[in-house]
């Protein structure tokens, strides 16, 4: 189980970081307004599975709430992840449909 302190957001990046072992996952974004657009999901092959994805995706749109930013996932596991979690589709800024 990923905890949320172990998720780094790195604004000189503009990605959210996860630290596994010696390997690097992560989320790519681009903040405007208050919107974040997700750009980009990077998993290293040696922990990538769906299991970790969907933690991953779990504690970076938990993140996002917290800051109270609407989300357009670009990115298409990103945006199969929020067809397959319902309760994110209420983050989506009006209008967006996935």
Not at 58 to 69: A, G
Request: aromatic share 10%; net charge negative; charged share 35%.
């Amino acid at each position: 189980m990923i905890e949320t302190s172990e998720l780094v957001d790195n604004d000189f990046l503009r990605q959210y970081e996860l630290k596994i072992d010696e390997h690097l996952a992560k989320v790519e974004y681009s903040l405007q307004e208050r919107k974040i657009f997700l750009t980009k999901l990077i998993i290293p092959e040696e922990v990538n599975s769906e299991s970790f994805q969907n933690e991953f995706l779990v504690v970076v749109f938990k993140d996002i709430e917290e800051r109270n930013l609407s989300v357009v996932p670009t990115s298409p596991e990103i945006a199969k992840f929020v067809r397959k979690n319902r309760k994110y589709k209420r983050m989506l800024p009006v209008g967006v449909r996935i």
